[in-house]
């Protein structure tokens, strides 16, 4: 009988294991979706640009320097390679050499140091491909597709075949959603774990793709504002589809103006209801902004301390292909950043979710 139960037990667990992993899936999917419709923006500005594959740039000596279709393909989407060659070819139409290399400087040095990645690589070495030109105009989002794809088959390998006696891997996964659903529950009760595979996702999300940038040839999505704003649109509308199914329609207006129940809040309800609204809405502007600005100038302070590096080793030896690894200073205060970064998001996002809870519920 004893025996019996215990495997009811079993099973029960691995069925819950079961969908709390779907829901993961799940809400990988829609950071998916959300993630790549403001990245049709992107690719039509890309696609929409005129192409000067025949300009070159030309020297101070007089010699030809390389087609500015693979100085603009090389140096990334954002149009600064674009900008770049076109002022300096302009410049030469017009005489005005200086004046057009100045120009391009300028526009260069508005954008950040970046590390490069495999993308940008190939780019570089095959501009006139299709395939590599398509990859470099969604290079955000083939990246954020990687990452989804490793944490999913690392989601299914580890609910795959549970054992009552777990090995190191699927005890580590359990670790990991364990920390989780006690971290959202520790904030919203034991009514928030319906919350935990989406606050959970976000959280395993974004510390991924923070981590990304600093190995090798890879990118960091999160330093792109297209990733941050859905991920922060995902938690916006959630919250509020939370409150209305919470509250009801009615519940959900009466909470946004303050929930006024004597003279003075129906009084201050004409005042109440517009600035919880803009609350609302800065929320997510607010989630994008912090976590973009963060990744950004830790992938800048990456890329300054290998530029030191590499500037140091040429005093000595001029030309090699690497330099002195003084990123390795760094990387322990990178790491911790990366963490913290995707902590915040995750702990605002979860206190976002509180805020709209009922006030039974928050107990």
């Known amino acids: 009988m004893s025996v019996a139960l215990n495997r009811q037990r079993s099973a029960g667990a691995e069925r819950i294991a079961a969908r709390r992993w779907f829901r993961t899936a799940v809400?990988?999917?829609a950071?998916?979706?959300?993630?790549?419709?403001?990245?049709?923006?992107q690719c039509a500005v890309a696609t929409g640009e005129p192409e000067h594959t025949a300009a070159v740039a030309p020297h101070a000596d007089g010699d030809s320097a390389a087609p500015a279709a693979a100085l603009e393909r090389a140096t990334g989407p954002d149009g600064v390679g674009h900008e770049d060659a076109h002022g300096a070819t302009a410049g030469d139409e017009h005489g005005g050499g200086t004046h057009g290399a100045a120009h391009g400087e300028e526009a260069h040095s508005e954008h950040p140091p970046e590390l490069p990645n495999v993308i940008t690589i190939l780019n570089a070495r095959y501009p006139d491909s299709a395939f590599v030109h398509f990859l470099h105009t969604w290079e955000n989002q083939v990246f954020m597709f990687l990452y989804i794809i490793v944490l999913i088959v690392v989601a299914a390998l580890g609910a795959r075949s549970l054992e009552r006696i777990p090995g190191p891997f699927q005890n580590g996964v359990e670790f990991v959603v364990e920390s989780l659903d006690d971290f959202v529950t520790s904030i919203l009760g034991p009514h928030g774990r319906r919350l935990v595979p989406f606050l959970g996702t976000l959280f395993v999300f974004i510390l991924t793709m923070n981590y990304a940038g600093l190995v090798p040839f890879l990118k960091s999505p999160t330093a792109n504002l297209n990733t941050t704003l859905a991920m922060a649109l995902c938690v916006f509308l959630y919250v509020q589809w939370t409150g209305i199914r919470s509250f009801g329609i009615v519940g959900y207006l009466d909470h946004?103006?303050?929930?006024p129940r004597d003279v003075v809040g129906f009084v201050l309800m004409p005042i109440m209801l517009p600035l919880?609204?803009?609350g609302e809405l800065v929320k997510p502007m607010s989630l994008s902004l912090r976590l973009f600005g963060n990744v950004t100038g830790e992938d800048v302070l990456l890329a300054v301390f290998v530029g030191l590096g590499v500037s140091l080793l040429g005093v000595f030896a001029h030309g090699l292909p690497f330099g002195i690894p003084l990123q390795a200073i760094v990387y322990p205060l990178l790491l911790i950043f990366g963490f913290i970064q995707a902590l915040v998001?995750?702990?605002?996002?979860?206190?976002?979710?509180f805020m709209m809870l009922p006030h039974e519920e928050h107990h």
């Not at 950071?31 to 923006?41: D, E, F, G, K, W």
């Not at 995750?346 to 979710?353: A, G, H, V």
């Open 256 to 259: 946004l103006a303050g929930s």
């Open 276 to 278: 919880h609204i803009v």
């Open 345 to 353: 998001f995750t702990l605002l996002s979860t206190i976002y979710f």
């Open 27 to 29: 809400g990988f999917a």
């Open 31 to 41: 950071l998916i979706v959300l993630a790549t419709l403001p990245a049709l923006r």
